[in-house]
């Protein structure tokens, strides 16, 4: 994962940046997924090789300035340190990286109870906001359909989470249809 400062660009420029980062790398061996834009970085989902990793960041200063460039990988985490990251991501606007954070925590949710439940909801309201990031605002709304239905019967709180503040964001987007970045609160208990 790359984040490159984003000076200039909206989401709905994600496709155009996709395609100009490619360019700009097209004599590198790599693979770049996707690009999404948030308010501070532009995100490239990518696979390079350790060793070009300088290289292939320089190709694409014409598009920004490296801020990070983190590899991805599976990782023992704790559940605690799990939740930590995501709202740390999610508030940041890395929505892709707080979506696999909570996948964790989702997993060591029981089935069929309203905990996991409620983190699928944080999980689809992050995958909404990486569409969002996308330029794909119908396909977010969507999304946050979907986020919803998961957090209606929801507690107030959940993970330290205040889950009310964050259904009436969710709600609030797809009665507006128009999605955008927000901040995940603490509760102020934990459970």
């Not at 690009?35 to 090789?49: C, Y």
């Not at 598009?63 to 740390?88: K, N, Q, W």
């Not at 905990?115 to 977010?140: F, M, N, P, S």
């Amino acid at each position: 994962m790359v984040h490159l400062a984003n000076s200039e660009h909206a989401p709905q420029d994600a496709k155009a940046i996709l395609a100009e980062s490619r360019k700009l790398t097209s004599g590198m061996e790599r693979v770049i997924r996707d690009v999404r834009v948030a308010g501070q970085h532009v995100e490239l989902d990518i696979s390079v090789d350790g060793a070009e990793i300088d290289a292939f960041v320089e190709c694409l200063r014409p598009v920004g300035r490296r801020l990070r460039a983190r590899h991805i990988a599976e990782s023992d985490t704790t559940r605690d340190d799990a939740v930590l990251a995501g709202v740390e991501y999610f508030n940041t606007e890395r929505f892709w990286e707080s979506h696999e954070s909570f996948e964790g925590v989702w997993l060591s949710c029981r089935r069929g109870t309203t905990e996991r439940d409620t983190v699928q909801g944080i999980i689809l309201a992050a995958a909404a906001l990486v569409h969002h990031q996308k330029g794909e605002d119908d396909i977010a709304v969507s999304i946050l359909g979907r986020a919803s239905e998961k957090l209606h019967g929801a507690p107030a709180e959940c993970c330290g989470i205040d889950i009310g503040a964050v259904r009436a964001k969710v709600e609030s987007m797809i009665a507006s249809g128009a999605p955008k970045p927000f901040m995940i609160r603490p509760s102020t208990g934990r459970s």
